[in-house]
Structure formats: structure tokens, C-alpha cells
């Protein structure tokens, strides 16, 4: 898993929504998957996953692995918080991308 995203995205566990004047450098998505990439290539890991990721960060990394899948890898699950009391950031905005890009969830 590439757990909790290093870029501010808002609106997890308590934090306000997302507001640009939060918004910081982090490290790019193709730079993470490549590293996936070869960690997938040495046999160490044979599906990847990410935790605690927006619907932005979700559609951006299935896009950069339809388009170059040699360089990138698919994420296969995706593992953020959803229970009876926590259910709208899954329910509002990550259900559908993960319904049409085939993305699992481990709550």
C-alpha cells in the first residue's frame, strides 16, 4: 500500500474540506508509481494499493497506468476510513471512480 498521501487533500479524519491555500508540494504521482513499478518487478509485490487517497489521486493514477501500463502500475484497492459513522467521503466521492476503474475497498 502507498499509505496516507503526503499532499494535503482536506476532509479526513476531522480536518476541514479542501481549500486551495492549503495545497503544498508533494511527490508526483509517476514518481511513486515507478517506485511500485519496481518493487512489482523485483517479484516483492504482486498488486499495489493505496490508503487514505481523494477521488483526484484515485482517477490520476488509473489514468498514468492506462496510458504507459509498462511504467506505471494499477492500483488495485484502495483502503480509507468507512463505517456507519464515517460514510460520505466513500459514498460521496470515491464509490463511482472506484465502480468504473475497477478499484477495490478494504475499509
Do not use: W
Request: proline content about 7%; hydrophobic content about 35%; aromatic content about 12%.
Amino acid at each position: 500500500f502507498l499509505f496516507y498521501t503526503d499532499r494535503y487533500v482536506g476532509g479526513l479524519f476531522g480536518q476541514p474540506d479542501f481549500t486551495r491555500k492549503q495545497v503544498r508540494d508533494s511527490i508526483p504521482f509517476e514518481e511513486q508509481l515507478e517506485a511500485m513499478q519496481e518493487v512489482i518487478q523485483a517479484g516483492k509485490v504482486r498488486y499495489i494499493g493505496v490508503s487514505n487517497e481523494t477521488p483526484f489521486g484515485v482517477c490520476s493514477m488509473v489514468e498514468l497506468a492506462k496510458s504507459n501500463p509498462d511504467v506505471y502500475p494499477r492500483i488495485a484497492s484502495i483502503q480509507n476510513s468507512y463505517s456507519l459513522v464515517v460514510r460520505k467521503d466513500f459514498e460521496s466521492g470515491l464509490a463511482e471512480p472506484c465502480h468504473y476503474h475497477n478499484v477495490g475497498l478494504l475499509p
